[in-house]
């Protein structure tokens, strides 16, 4: 498997599911998507991707990553690829269904809510919101995009809102 993540060299470089679903926080060591892809016995590779920063292919358990990304790009599409991969995700391009780019889209948006919260655990992320002044800072701090950072928050605020109702339903 090619090296896709390297935490050191990231630090360098670094200036239909339930509503209230959860994908669980790791304790201790932050989340290595390049972890997760070996467990799942994936296939990591670079390759010149000129449209996107990533790509899964299932029927080759394969996950492409565009050489020109940054450590945090790179760690945040790999931690995307990997939830389709995990998920079992299929190329909704190449179903001949009216609603395909539907099931795409839903797809896109579960692999960036599972990644988002497996790269940025509940405690990090309200620390680094308590104190940073941009959004750019926090996604800084917690090495990741801001994409990520922006979805994570999202999920987040649906924690809590169904916190909420499991309080006044309870």
Do not use: F
């Amino acid at each position: 498997m090619t090296h896709a993540y390297n935490r050191k060299a990231a630090t360098a470089r670094l200036s239909p599911d339930p509503v209230c679903a959860r994908v669980p926080e790791s304790a201790g060591e932050p989340y290595s998507p390049l972890e997760r892809a070996e467990q799942l016995g994936l296939h990591v590779r670079y390759a010149e991707l000129s449209d996107s920063w990533a790509w899964w292919v299932p029927s080759r358990r394969l996950i492409l990553l565009a050489n020109r990304l940054t450590a945090v790009q790179e760690r945040c599409a790999l931690a995307h690829e990997v939830e389709h991969a995990h998920r079992g995700d299929v190329d909704c391009r190449a179903v001949e269904h009216p609603a395909a780019h539907i099931w795409g889209r839903r797809q896109e948006s579960r692999a960036d809510e599972a990644a988002a919260r497996r790269l940025i655990s509940t405690a990090a992320l309200e620390a680094a919101m308590r104190w940073a002044d941009s959004y750019e800072e926090a996604a800084q701090e917690l090495q990741v995009t801001e994409h990520m950072l922006r979805v994570r928050l999202r999920l987040h605020r649906r924690d809590l809102e169904c916190l909420d109702t499991l309080r006044i339903a309870g």
